[in-house]
C-alpha cells in the first residue's frame, strides 16, 4: 500500500509540477505570475478532448495540435493583456490584477465554446500492469514519461539553443540583453508560448483520467502555484521538486490520516517549507552565492 | 440547453395567455407551479410544467373541479434561492395551491415559507430528505428522497448481493455528506460497520489516497453519493487499481446519459436506485402519446411527476374545497388518499413522502435496466 | 585621419520623469575616432549613452547613426544596427557562463559558422577569458567582468562602441591593463565614445572630447587642447579615478 501510494503521489506531482513549470518559465523573463496559467491547462484538456474524441485526429497530432494553439493563445494574452504593461514597467500589483482579468476572460472563453459539462477523453491505457507488486496504468507512465521529457527538453532548449540563451539572458538583465540585441518581444512572446504551451500539455495528460471539463484549471491552481513557491520560482528543477512534495504530501496525509486533510497537509508543508527556508527548497542557491 | 430554454419561455407565455379564466362565470382555481424554466436545472422543471399542463387540459376538460376550471401560473424561480423565496412570499395571496419543481436549494428556501402560509405544496425534482423532515406540515414530496434511495440500496447490497464489505465514497457538498449520514445509519441498523468512509471536493480530480483505501480493506462494494463527474472518475480510477471487481452502488442521479457516455466500460455494471417510468401501464402510455405529440420531446419521469402533482391537488381540493381556508383539509385530503397515477401507486405518509416501489437498476452494455 | 560621421547628436535632451537630465547635447563621432565625454559624477554621461542606445527615450531632438535616425527604436534594433555598449557597472549576466555571456553578444550573427572565428578574435584580446569559459559571470573579479563585458560588446562586431566609465572600481594597476587592451581594440579600427571620469585614461586613448558639466556640453576640443585645460579643480568630484591615478 505504501509504494503504491507513493507512486500516485509521484504521477500527481509530477502533473503540478508541469503546470508549476509554465508559471516559472514565465517568472523567469518577466517576473511576475500568471494566474491565467492554468486556463492554458483547462485549454489543453478541452482541445485534446475535442481533437481526440470529436475530430478523431491521431494522438500524436491531437497532442501537438493542441499545444500549439495553446501556445499561441499564450503568444495573443501576452500581446493583448501584457506587452503594454511589461513594457512600461508595471508594479507586480497591477501584472496580477491583469493575469486574473485574463484568467477569467479565457475560462469565460472556454465556456462559451464548451460549456459546463465534462468530456470524456480515451485513455492510453487504464488497466493495471503489475510491476513488483505495484499497480501501474499505461496512463501513469505516459504522465511520467512526457513530464520527465518536457523537463528534460526544457532543459536542453535553455542551455543548448540560441533562443533559450537569449530567453535566459533576458530572465537575467532585461536591460542588457535587449543591448546585446536580444529583442525583448519576441522573448516575451517565446515565454508566454512555451509556458501556455506546456500548461496545455499538463491538460492533455490528466484530461483522460480525470475528464476534461472548464473547471480543472481553477481545481489545480492552487497545488500548482505552492509547487512553483516551494520550488523557488525560478529554477526548473526547483519546481519539480516542489510539484513531488506537494504531490506526495497530500496522497500520504489521504491514506494514512484522512482525505479530508490532503489539503491541509499539502499547504502545511509549503508553510513550514517557506518558514526554514523562505526562497524555496532549491531557491537559495542563487542567493547565496551573490 | 439553449433551445429548451426557449421552448420554456414560449410554454410560459402560452400558459400565461390562457384565456380560460376569462370564459368561466366562475374564478378559475388557481394553482402556482413554481421552478427553474431557464437556468440550469430548466429541462427538469419544465418538463414537469408539461406534465401539469397535460393533467390541467384532462381536468378542464372533465368538467374542472366541480365546475371551476383549474389555472396553472408558472413562477420562474431560475433555480436561485433567493429568488425562490421572494416567489414563495408572494404565493399565499395569489394561488390556492403550489407544485415545486425546483431542484433542492430553491426548494429548501421555499418551504419554510410556503409551510408558514399554510399552503400545501409537492415538490416533483428535489431528492434531499430535508424537504420532508424539516417540520414543515405542508410540504410533500412526488419523487425519490435520498433516505429512500439509500435505504434502498443498501439494502439491496446487503440482502440481494450479500455483501458485508462496504466503502462509503461521498462529495462534500449537502448532497453527499447527507447521503453519507443516512448511508451510516443504515448500516448501523443493520449491524455492518463500513471499512472505509472517505469524502472528496467537487474539485478534486486524484481520487487514488481514497481508493488504496478501498483496496487495501479488500471492500467488496462501494456507494459513492456525489455529483456525476465525480462518481465517473472515481470509477475510471478505480479501474487503474484494479478494483474493476468492486461492485459500484449510486443514486438516482447516476441513471443518466451523462454518466454512461463520460464514464464508459468503466462504469459498466454499476447498481442504483432507479425514479423508473414504467411505460407499459395504459395511463402511461396515453400520457405519452399526448405529452409527446404535444411538445415534441419524450416523457420521462419528471413530466409524469408534474402529470400526478396537478392531478393529486384537483382530487385532494374536489373534496376539500377552493376558498384558502379550505387549505388545511386539503392537506389532510392529500395525506389521506391512495392514488394510482403515470408514477404508480401512491400514498404520501404523516411526514407527507410519497411511498412507492422504488427500482433498482444496472447498468449494462451502456445501458440502465431494472433488476428489481 | 578620420573618415564620414558614423554618430551624430543634434540637441539632444533627456532625463527620468520631470527631471532633464541632459539638455540640448549635440556631438559627432566620426568614424574611426576615440571620443571622450568627460564630466564629474552626475553630469548626465550615463544618461547620453542610454539615450544613444535606446535604453531611455529621447524627449527631444535627434540621434543619426551610420545616417539614419535611430532615436525612438528598441534598443534590440539600434544593437542590429552596429552600436555596442559596455555599461556603467558591467551588467555581466552573473548567472550564465563567461561562455554564455560571449554567446549571448553573438546572439544577431546571422552566419553562425562565423561564430568561433569572432569568438577567437575576442580571445586574443582578452586571453584569460578563455580559461574561464565555463565559470559563472558573478563569480569574476572586477577586472575579469571588465573583460567579458568589453569581449562580449566586441561578439556583436559593431561599428560602434559605448563604453560607460570602464575604470569604474577597478584598481589602478588594473585600469592600466584594460586600456592597453582597449588600445589594442582601437588600432585594429574600432570608432568608440568613451565616458569617463579618469581624464588622464581617457585623454591618452581619445583623439577628442567634449565637457560635461549639469547635463550640457560646456566645451569641445582635441585630446591635446583638452588636455591644457584645468579640468580637475571645478569640474571634478576630489576622489575620482583620474585624479588618483
Ligand atoms: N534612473 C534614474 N532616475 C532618476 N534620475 C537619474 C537616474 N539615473 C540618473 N539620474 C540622475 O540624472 C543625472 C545624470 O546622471 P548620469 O547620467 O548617471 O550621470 P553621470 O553618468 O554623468 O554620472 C543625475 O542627477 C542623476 O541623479
Ligand atoms: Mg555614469
Known amino acids: 500500500m505504501f509504494l503504491q501510494v507513493i507512486l500516485s503521489g509521484i504521477v500527481v506531482g509530477g502533473i503540478y509540477a508541469l503546470v508549476a513549470l509554465g508559471f516559472v518559465v514565465v517568472y523567469r523573463s518577466v517576473t511576475m505570475f500568471n494566474f491565467a496559467q492554468t486556463e492554458y491547462y483547462t485549454l489543453g484538456g478541452m482541445l485534446f478532448a475535442t481533437f481526440l474524441a470529436r475530430y478523431q485526429l491521431p494522438l500524436v497530432l491531437a497532442v501537438l495540435l493542441t499545444m500549439v494553439v495553446a501556445a499561441l493563445v499564450g503568444i495573443l494574452s501576452e500581446r493583448l493583456a501584457f506587452r503594454r504593461l511589461l513594457l512600461l514597467g508595471a508594479r507586480p500589483a497591477n501584472l496580477i490584477i491583469v493575469s486574473l482579468a485574463l484568467a477569467v476572460v479565457l475560462r469565460s472563453v472556454i465556456l462559451l465554446i464548451w460549456g459546463t459539462d465534462a468530456r470524456q477523453v480515451p485513455t492510453l491505457g487504464n488497466n493495471p500492469i503489475e510491476i513488483a507488486g505495484l499497480l501501474v496504468t499505461p496512463q501513469q507512465i505516459f504522465i511520467l514519461g512526457s513530464t520527465l521529457l518536457v523537463v528534460a527538453l526544457l532543459h536542453l532548449f535553455m542551455h543548448r539553443t540560441r533562443l533559450g540563451l537569449a530567453l535566459r539572458a533576458t530572465a537575467s538583465n532585461r536591460t542588457m540583453a535587449g543591448l546585446m540585441g536580444v529583442p525583448l518581444t519576441s522573448m516575451l512572446a517565446l515565454s508566454f508560448a512555451l509556458s501556455a504551451g506546456i500548461g496545455a500539455l499538463g491538460g492533455i495528460l490528466v484530461a483522460p483520467i480525470l475528464l476534461a471539463q472548464y473547471s480543472m484549471g481553477q481545481a489545480i491552481l492552487v497545488k500548482a502555484f505552492a509547487a512553483a513557491i516551494l520550488g523557488g520560482l525560478s529554477n526548473v528543477q526547483g519546481v519539480i521538486v516542489g510539484g513531488l512534495i506537494i504531490g506526495l504530501a497530500e496522497n500520504l496525509a489521504g491514506a494514512y490520516l484522512s482525505s479530508a486533510y490532503k489539503d491541509v497537509v499539502a499547504f502545511a508543508v509549503l508553510l513550514g517549507v517557506l518558514a526554514l527556508r523562505p526562497s524555496g527548497i532549491l531557491g537559495g542557491r542563487t542567493e547565496e552565492k551573490v | 440547453m439553449s433551445t429548451k430554454a426557449l421552448w420554456a419561455s414560449a410554454f410560459l407565455a402560452a400558459a400565461m395567455l390562457s384565456p380560460a379564466a376569462a370564459q368561466s362565470q366562475q374564478p378559475p382555481v388557481l394553482i402556482g407551479v413554481v421552478g427553474d424554466f431557464s437556468g440550469p436545472v430548466a429541462p427538469y422543471s419544465t418538463a414537469a410544467l408539461q406534465g401539469a399542463q397535460v393533467a390541467l387540459d384532462e381536468l378542464n376538460a372533465a368538467g374542472g373541479i366541480n365546475g371551476q376550471r383549474i389555472q396553472l401560473r408558472p413562477y420562474d424561480d431560475r433555480n436561485d434561492p433567493v429568488e425562490g423565496a421572494t416567489i414563495a412570499k408572494r404565493l399565499g395571496d395569489e394561488v390556492l395551491s403550489v407544485i415545486v419543481t425546483s431542484g433542492s436549494s430553491p426548494a429548501l428556501s421555499m418551504g419554510p415559507v410556503l409551510n408558514r402560509a399554510g399552503l400545501p405544496f409537492i415538490t416533483t425534482l428535489s431528492s434531499n430528505p430535508a424537504v420532508t423532515e424539516s417540520g414543515w406540515k405542508y410540504a410533500n414530496r412526488l419523487h425519490l428522497s435520498d433516505r429512500h434511495q439509500i435505504e434502498r440500496i443498501i439494502q439491496h447490497a446487503l440482502d440481494t448481493d450479500k455483501l458485508t464489505k462496504i466503502a462509503i465514497l461521498y462529495d462534500t457538498s449537502d448532497l453527499g455528506v447527507g447521503g453519507r449520514n443516512i448511508a451510516l445509519k443504515t448500516l448501523e441498523k443493520r449491524s455492518v460497520k463500513p471499512l472505509v468512509v472517505e469524502g472528496w471536493k467537487q474539485t478534486d480530480a486524484d481520487f487514488s489516497s481514497q481508493l488504496i483505501k478501498l483496496k487495501s480493506a479488500g471492500v467488496e462494494g462501494v456507494i459513492i453519493w456525489g455529483a456525476v463527474e465525480g462518481a465517473v472518475r472515481i470509477a475510471q480510477q478505480m479501474r487503474a487499481l484494479a478494483l474493476d471487481k468492486v461492485q459500484i452502488y449510486g443514486g438516482g442521479g447516476l441513471v443518466s446519459q451523462k454518466f454512461i457516455d463520460l464514464g464508459g466500460s468503466a462504469v459498466e455494471g454499476t447498481i442504483a436506485t432507479w425514479a423508473y417510468l414504467d411505460t407499459s401501464t395504459p395511463i402511461v402510455t396515453a400520457l405519452e402519446k399526448t405529452f409527446e405529440s404535444r411538445f415534441k420531446s419524450k416523457l420521462d419521469i419528471f413530466g409524469a411527476q408534474g402529470y400526478d402533482a396537478l392531478r393529486i391537488l384537483a382530487q385532494a381540493i374536489s373534496t376539500a374545497g377552493t376558498k384558502p381556508s379550505d387549505r388545511p383539509k386539503i392537506l389532510e385530503a392529500i395525506r389521506s388518499m391512495k392514488y394510482q397515477g403515470a408514477v404508480g401507486e401512491i400514498t404520501f405518509g404523516p411526514d407527507g413522502e410519497n411511498i412507492r416501489k422504488i427500482y433498482i437498476a444496472r447498468l449494462k452494455a451502456g445501458k440502465f435496466s431494472v433488476l428489481d | ?245
Open chain 3, 1 to 245: 585621419m578620420t573618415g564620414e560621421v558614423l554618430l551624430s547628436l543634434r540637441g539632444l535632451t533627456a532625463g527620468y520623469g520631470p527631471i532633464a537630465a541632459v539638455r540640448n547635447v549635440s556631438l559627432e563621432v566620426r568614424a574611426g575616432e576615440v571620443v571622450t565625454i568627460l564630466g564629474a559624477n552626475g553630469a548626465g554621461k550615463s544618461t547620453t549613452i542610454k539615450a544613444i542606445a535606446g535604453v531611455i527615450r529621447a524627449w527631444s531632438g535627434e540621434v543619426y547613426f551610420a545616417g539614419q535616425r535611430i532615436n525612438g527604436r528598441a534598443s534590440a534594433d539600434i544593437a542590429k544596427a552596429g552600436i555596442a555598449v559596455v555599461p556603467e557597472g558591467r551588467q555581466i549576466f552573473s548567472d550564465l557562463t563567461v561562455e554564455e555571456n560571449l554567446m549571448i553578444g553573438a546572439y544577431r550573427i546571422r552566419d553562425r559558422a562565423t561564430v568561433p572565428r569572432v569568438l577567437d578574435e575576442v580571445f586574443d584580446i582578452f586571453p584569460l577569458l578563455r580559461e574561464r569559459l565555463r565559470q559563472r559571470g558573478g563569480t569574476l573579479s572586477g577586472g575579469e567582468q571588465q573583460m567579458l563585458a568589453l569581449g562580449r560588446a566586441l561578439m556583436l562586431q559593431p561599428k560602434l562602441l559605448l563604453l560607460d566609465e570602464p575604470s569604474m572600481g577597478l584598481a589602478p594597476r588594473i585600469v592600466e591593463q584594460m586600456y592597453v587592451s582597449l588600445q589594442k581594440i582601437v588600432d585594429k579600427g574600432m570608432t568608440a565614445l568613451l565616458v569617463e571620469q579618469s581624464v588622464t585614461m581617457a585623454l591618452r586613448i581619445c583623439t577628442r572630447g567634449y565637457v560635461m558639466v549639469n547635463g550640457e556640453i560646456v566645451r569641445a576640443g582635441t585630446a591635446a587642447e583638452l588636455a591644457e585645460t584645468d579640468l580637475s579643480g571645478s569640474y571634478f568630484a576630489a576622489g575620482d579615478a583620474g585624479a588618483a591615478a
